[in-house]
């Protein structure tokens, strides 16, 4: 691998003359991963300075991406006359695929999933209890189903639909839109109005946007298919022979890095899966993945994962098939038809929406007097509520299962540690804001105290996360590190929503990094209590109940190192996630490979280009050990999959993800910063929500050694490493005890209104 040039991630382009100074004609300098213009060959995009690397002046403007360029480019003209009738046969098209989806519940024993088979931990990772999600997720399909009309019709070019289209077309559905007061403090729930000339950009339950338009076999929603126009090879061979079972510690990074990096996830990545009419899981394989259900009764939503009969784990339990429903298509909010976007069922901002919930209902359903959030006093320690919903995999008498803003906090008990952590820490900071400020009611103190969490939350992710996965360069292109006073990045031209390449395989580098097991030590004992494998803590959050164990859980991912960031993922992931009771679980790994389709993204070497890489010809440019396994299921470099393929690289300078995730996921967080106007650290001039510079440096002391020992049990943990997502025994960063200055407070007296 490491021989290999391509693999590092230099440029290899050639410029001819030196980059500009300043762009010319209003171009912006911009990394070229924002903007996607210039790797068509017609597009002229000089190379420029920028902030010590080379980016390319582009005149689509940066933000964002494929989206603006059509828009550009939108100048197709249609009759009046084609697009109505489309629309009329698109409702009928609906009607009828969903009298058939209805019908299929009779066959339900076949078409929706048990709940005692490793699919259903699947399900409850992406249920939706949101029930906005199907009415919006028709009106998807509907403008979805007039684009495909008018293609057949062919009175759009192939080209102008991968671009889409917008003119305002005749019947279409058009999603409500919400009405936003520019002056309020508070982001809204669902991340509504953060933009009032855009209102909805970044909301719930709006489609993911694009780095690049997507790859469909069909132009508007077919998976893709090979280049040579075969069917890709199954998801689950890809899995099998390139993402195998290993261990390989990071030499830095502890698991508290990882489980952070899916508590930010989760916060901003949720992508609505279709449900069976009745809302229960849909099911695409049958006799318990046995077989493959047959097409007449597969749902539309269908895209099952092939089993090898061959394949080396799956093949001793007659498996052929594993469940796989693809996402719903979000209406594209001028009501425009076109291809299809994906639906993300959070806000896509860091704002702590699995913490708050994504609606006004869910939220006042967390909620509790006094400004506070819900909690559930376990002899005296303060847990998240317990849920009556069957959101978890224990039935058994004394199982406990815990509420969260997303319903999805059960997922990993350590994952249930964070939401802990951050409860109490919303309450904490509640009960001090309150007692500064009398005169506040409790719903002052509600929102004031989730305007200061969300802040912090944000400081934590750009200055802590953020360098330790990226490296300083990428931090600094991207203009991604926190100064000191307020950001001027603000810019509403930025559109901040998600990219499919980065949720469905960028920020999924995550999978890779999740340790088999985890560590339970024993502080007094000085060794270990247990190692439990991670399968058997998913959906199984009762041991949250034990005295010791939150403490003792917190020491463990301090100390514990992650794994590094490469083509290995554990088997307790890719062999027996969500297991239950049976002998084998789901392949995530599979599931990954296969969502990428799911959202149409493009192969591999198309994000090379993006962002300035030599793109692979042949597979003997790649490590000889990656080169046989590649060659050994894919026809043609061109077909690599983007989540596997980003995998492969070796990780940049002082960062650990190769140069194609890493500008995906810096892409991502800088559009965060700059298209947000209630970003923590944007002033008064932009931000209705801004701190005072006084309290903006109190914020800027936050860290997460900080918000754990504050909200510890304190039975066992009494001290933290400083960098708590970095190993506790990396020289400089052993434990300190919780009140040493070396984990700074905030001085919470600054919040006092005066
Ligand atoms: C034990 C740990 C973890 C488990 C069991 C887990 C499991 C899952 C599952 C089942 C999905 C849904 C897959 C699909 O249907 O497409 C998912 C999605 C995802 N995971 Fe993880 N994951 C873990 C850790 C992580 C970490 C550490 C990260 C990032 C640092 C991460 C990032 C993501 C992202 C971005 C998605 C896409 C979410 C969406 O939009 O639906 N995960 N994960
Ligand atoms: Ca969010």
């Not at 902030?51 to 009046?80: D, M, P, Q, W, Y």
């Not at 993300?344 to 913490?355: E, F, I, K, Q």
């Not at 892409?667 to 903006?696: M, S, W």
Request: proline share 7%; glycine share 8%; charged share 20%.
């Amino acid at each position: 691998h490491k021989n290999s040039p391509l693999t590092h991630g230099q440029e290899h382009t050639h410029y001819k003359e030196p980059p500009c100074a300043i762009c010319p004609r209003h171009g912006r300098c911009v990394p070229k991963v924002q903007c996607p213009a210039h790797v068509r060959a017609s597009s002229y995009n000089p190379a420029c300075h920028l902030n010590g690397a080379v980016g390319v002046c582009c005149f689509t403007g940066s933000g964002h991406a494929a989206e603006n360029e059509r828009k550009a480019r939108a100048a197709t003209l249609i009759s009046a006359e084609d697009v109505k009738s489309s629309h009329s046969q698109s409702r009928q098209k609906l009607s009828q695929w969903i009298t058939l989806a209805a019908k299929l519940l009779e066959h339900s024993m076949h078409t929706i999933v048990n709940t005692t088979s490793p699919s259903y931990g699947h399900h409850l990772s992406v249920v939706t209890h949101d029930e906005r999600a199907a009415t919006l997720g028709r009106g998807g399909l509907l403008n979805l189903f007039t684009a495909q009309e008018l293609k057949a019709r062919q009175a759009i070019s192939e080209d102008d639909l991968a671009l889409g289209f917008t003119e305002h077309t005749d019947g279409p559905f058009c999603p409500p839109q919400p009405s936003c007061s520019a002056l309020n403090r508070y982001r809204s729930i669902g991340g509504e109005c953060n933009n009032p000339s855009s209102s909805t950009w970044g909301a719930v339950l709006t489609g993911f946007e694009r780095l690049l338009p997507p790859n469909y076999s069909d132009g508007t929603w077919a998976m893709r298919t090979a280049k040579s126009g075969a069917p890709l090879p199954s998801a689950r061979t890809v899995s099998s022979a390139l993402l195998l079972d290993g261990s390989h510690p990071s030499s830095t990074h502890n698991m508290m890095f990882m489980q952070f990096g899916q508590f930010i996830a989760h916060d901003i990545s949720a992508g609505v899966i279709f449900n069976a009419e009745n809302g229960s899981a849909i099911s695409c394989c049958m006799n318990n993945g046995e077989d493959i259900l047959p097409p007449e009764l597969q749902h539309f939503a269908c895209a099952p994962i092939e089993v090898a009969t061959d394949d080396p784990f799956y093949g001793q339990f007659k498996q052929k098939c594993i469940n796989f429903v693809r996402t719903q298509i979000a209406p594209a909010s001028d009501c425009s038809a076109g291809y299809a976007k994906q639906m993300n069922g959070a806000s896509h901002y860091p704002d702590l929406s699995h913490l708050y919930g994504s609606s006004e209902e869910k939220l006042s359903s967390l909620r509790a007097p006094g400004g506070l959030l819900r909690t559930f006093s376990d002899y005296g320690r303060e847990l998240p509520p317990l849920t009556e919903r069957k959101e978890c995999l224990a039935v058994k008498e004394g199982a406990a299962c815990f509420e969260s803003g997303d319903n999805h906090g059960n997922q990993i008990i350590s994952l249930t540690v964070l939401h802990t952590i951050f409860t109490r820490e919303h309450n904490r900071l509640a009960k001090a804001l309150s007692g500064l400020n009398p005169g506040w009611d409790e719903d002052t103190v509600f929102w004031e105290t989730r305007r200061l969490l969300q802040a912090q939350f944000q400081h934590i992710i750009y200055n802590e996360w953020l360098p330790l996965l990226l490296g300083p360069q990428i931090m600094k292109t991207f203009e991604l590190s926190p100064s000191a006073g307020y950001s001027s990045a603000y810019d509403p031209h930025t559109n901040p929503s998600l990219s499919a390449e980065f949720s469905a395989a960028a920020m999924r580098f995550g999978h890779s990094v999740v340790s088999g097991r985890i560590v339970i030590p024993s502080p007094q004992m000085g060794g270990i209590y247990e190692t439990i494998s991670i399968p058997e803590l998913m959906f199984h959050p009762t041991r949250m109940r034990l005295r010791h164990f939150l403490d003792r859980v917190l020491i463990g991912l301090s100390s514990q190192p992650m794994q590094t960031v490469d083509p290995f993922v554990t088997e307790g992931l890719s062999r027996y996630m969500f297991h239950g009771g049976n002998p084998y679980g789901v392949d995530l790994a599979a599931i990954n490979i296969q969502r990428g389709r799911d959202h149409g993204l493009n192969s591999y070497n198309q994000y090379r280009k993006l962002i300035g890489l030599d793109m692979y010809t042949d597979f003997q440019q790649f490590a000889p050990n990656a080169a046989r396994r590649l060659v050994s299921v894919y026809e043609d470099p061109e077909d690599i999959d983007l989540w596997v393929g980003g995998l492969l690289e070796e990780p940049i300078e002082g960062g650990i993800l190769g140069p194609t995730f890493a500008n995906i996921i810096a892409d991502q967080f800088a559009r965060h910063k700059k298209g947000d106007r209630f970003f923590y650290e944007h002033g008064p001039d932009v931000n209705p929500g801004a701190f005072t510079p006084i309290q903006l440096e109190e914020i800027k002391k936050v860290t997460l050694a900080r918000l754990i020992c504050d909200n510890r049990d304190g039975i066992e943990l009494v001290s933290m490493p400083p960098a708590a997502c970095l190993r506790d025994d990396l020289p400089g960063n052993e434990p300190v005890p919780c009140d040493s200055p070396r984990i700074p407070a905030m001085d919470l007296s600054k919040f006092r209104e005066s």
